[in-house]
């Protein structure tokens, strides 16, 4: 393997000590507005605004920047009723049987259920995939490294920048996830990993009264 070219960093912003904590408290205020919310409008959101955010996820760092995330991007009513149908056959099981008196229990104060109306109602669904190697043009194996750490990295950075978008989400994880590569004829080394609903909330949405940590209960600067 040959070394890559080093060219010069561009683009740095040089903050002063003053401007970063401006854009620290700023920043700070925006991302705390952000909500996961279970009810989505069917407003259209236009398909650009979902590449672009796609996009910011693919900037992500990975493991030897081997980029080991597929993104499909879901608009097509029809698909969204085969992934609804599929995540909610699922999600019986689960609910019915597969999951621990304790899991459940957790889960009461949220009142899920088995229902999932929002993955047809959001204007977009975006499932990933985490790929355990990809194949090159000469069709030799290729392993990706850091796999879950780099997609959630991704992941997280999509979820920032469709906040920033004005779009609210859902991060919905049915168990098992299987049914997607059928769907969204995806190859076995990809394995589902979450799906993203993005839309508009439902007008009149509620949430869950909800509080997170504060700095001391879950950091520390030493
Ligand atoms: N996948 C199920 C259950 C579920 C699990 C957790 I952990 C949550 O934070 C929320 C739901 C469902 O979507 O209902």
Not at 202 to 210: Q, R
Request: aromatic share 8%; glycine share 4%.
């Amino acid at each position: 393997m040959t070394a890559y070219d080093h060219i010069p960093l561009e683009g740095f912003e040089n903050l002063s000590s003053d401007e970063m904590q401006n854009h620290s408290k700023t920043f700070l205020e925006h991302i705390k507005r952000r909500r996961t919310v279970r009810d989505f409008s069917d407003e259209a959101i236009h398909e650009d605004v979902i590449k672009n955010c796609i996009l910011a996820a693919g900037s992500a760092p990975s493991g030897a920047n081997m980029q080991p995330w597929h993104y499909v991007a879901v608009q097509n009513p029809a698909v969204k009723k085969q992934i609804r149908e599929g995540a909610e056959a699922e999600e019986r099981e689960f609910y019915q049987r597969r999951a621990s008196e304790e899991w459940l229990d957790a889960l009461a104060p949220l009142g899920t259920d088995a229902n999932k109306p929002f993955l047809e109602t959001a204007p977009w669904l975006i499932v990933v995939f985490a790929s355990k190697h990809t194949m090159t043009p000469e069709g030799e194996k290729k392993k990706h490294y850091y796999v879950p750490e780099s997609v959630g990295i991704s992941t997280g950075m999509l979820i920032t920048a469709l906040h920033n978008c004005g779009l609210a989400t859902l991060t919905h994880t049915p168990s098992p996830m299987k049914f997607l590569n059928e769907i969204l004829d995806r190859p076995v080394h990809e394995k589902p990993y979450m799906i993203i609903v993005a839309g508009k909330p439902a007008e009149g949405v509620t949430v869950p009264n909800i509080t997170k940590k504060s700095f001391d209960e879950f950091a520390e600067v030493v």
